[in-house]
């Protein structure tokens, strides 16, 4: 299987619309950086690695189209160019990091012609780390599936999200590309549906055995002993462990520690945040309740129903079992563990 959800194509970029999954492979390509920010707002790029490469690619065909050759100036632009991309997702740490680290590049640039030469080979840089950190992060993961499981996955963790092998998806292709028999049971993931739409394809892609479920059906598959253990990526990681996921993680967090039920974070260093002490300090998006009220444009709810739509939730260190980085699994006491790997 290979899917190449963001490619380089010299002086734009190339997206998969994941909008349009499962039943179109439509691919898009972007020419400037507004383009890009509109593709992460509306999700036709998603999963916190990915949109922190789509991020850095933004930034750097945002600088092509500077035309200050001074450049404190230039600089100067491209801040406005950051700030365009930093605004469409406030949860996602990679985000955030792949756009300071280019930002911090361009500084080193003598002049506005090498600025922009330095910038697209960082982004280039940035794209390779974080594929390869999700090749090692999933052959570790997959230490910790063993053979004949039944995993519970939620939202989606795949190449889709990375740009790579995965993070929680990628633990699991790695456990069956070494011969492990597991199952997989993929919450739909509502409001948007990215387990039913865009996990059940990557997984029909690697010919992986699974079963989609309603969210709402976790809890009792687990007091059925169904399930051996959970699985989930992170948006953002608090160095006390604290982590944002899509939202439903916590529940699944609660239902496996009282089933005792392992639960596993999978993420990439560049999805810890150094500067937050707790779950407490990580924003939490907001997006349109219309994503609640329709499904795919079709009302579900009474026209004008008050709706909430949190994107994200916070899941307490004392729930998970352990988080999976490309450095290493680290286990509590998380504080000292993630210091070392970042």
């Known amino acids: 299987m290979s899917i190449e959800p963001i490619k380089w194509l010299g002086d734009k970029l190339r997206l998969l619309d994941q909008t349009r999954l499962p039943g179109e492979e439509i691919y898009i390509e972007l020419s400037d950086h507004q383009g890009i920010a509109s593709a992460i707002t509306e999700l036709k790029i998603r999963g916190a690695p990915a949109i922190g490469i789509a991020g850095a690619y933004g930034v ?94 939620h939202c989606n ?57 309603t969210d709402s059906m976790a809890g009792y598959l687990m007091s059925q002993k169904k399930i051996d253990c959970v699985i989930v990526g992170a948006d953002r990681i608090a160095l006390n462990g604290d982590i944002a996921n899509k939202v439903g993680t916590y529940s699944l967090a609660v239902l496996a520690k009282e089933h005792g039920i392992p639960f596993y974070v999978a993420a ?28 795919q444009g079709i009302a579900i709810a009474p026209e004008g129903f008050e709706a909430l739509n949190y994107a994200f939730d916070v899941t307490p260190h004392q729930l998970i079992s352990a988080i999976i980085t490309e450095r290493g699994i680290i286990r509590e006491p998380y504080g000292e563990g993630l210091k070392e790997v970042c």
């Open 60 to 153: 750097a065909l945002g600088a092509q189209k500077i035309n200050s050759k001074a450049k404190d100036e230039f600089l100067e632009k491209l801040r406005d160019v950051s700030k365009t991309l930093t605004t469409t997702r406030p949860t996602a740490k990679n985000l955030f990091w792949a756009i300071e680290r280019m930002q911090k590049v361009a500084r080193t640039g003598k002049d506005a012609e090498e600025i922009k030469e330095l910038l697209i080979a960082e982004a280039k840089k940035i794209h390779a780390e974080e594929v390869e950190s999700s090749r090692k992060l999933s052959q570790l993961g997959s230490e910790l599936i063993w053979d004949g499981s039944s995993i519970l996955t």
């Open 268 to 295: 990439p260093t560049t999805t810890v945040d150094p500067n937050l002490s707790s779950g407490d300090q990580i924003p939490i998006e907001q997006r349109s309740p219309d994503e609640v009220t329709h499904i």
């Open 157 to 213: 963790t795949g190449a889709l999200a990375t740009s790579g092998y995965g993070t929680a998806l990628g633990a699991i292709k790695w456990a069956k590309e070494q011969g492990k028999k597991i199952k997989v049971y993929v919450t739909e993931t509502r409001p948007l549906l990215q387990g039913a739409r865009l996990t059940c394809w990557e997984l029909k892609k690697a010919n992986i055995t699974s079963v989609l479920i």
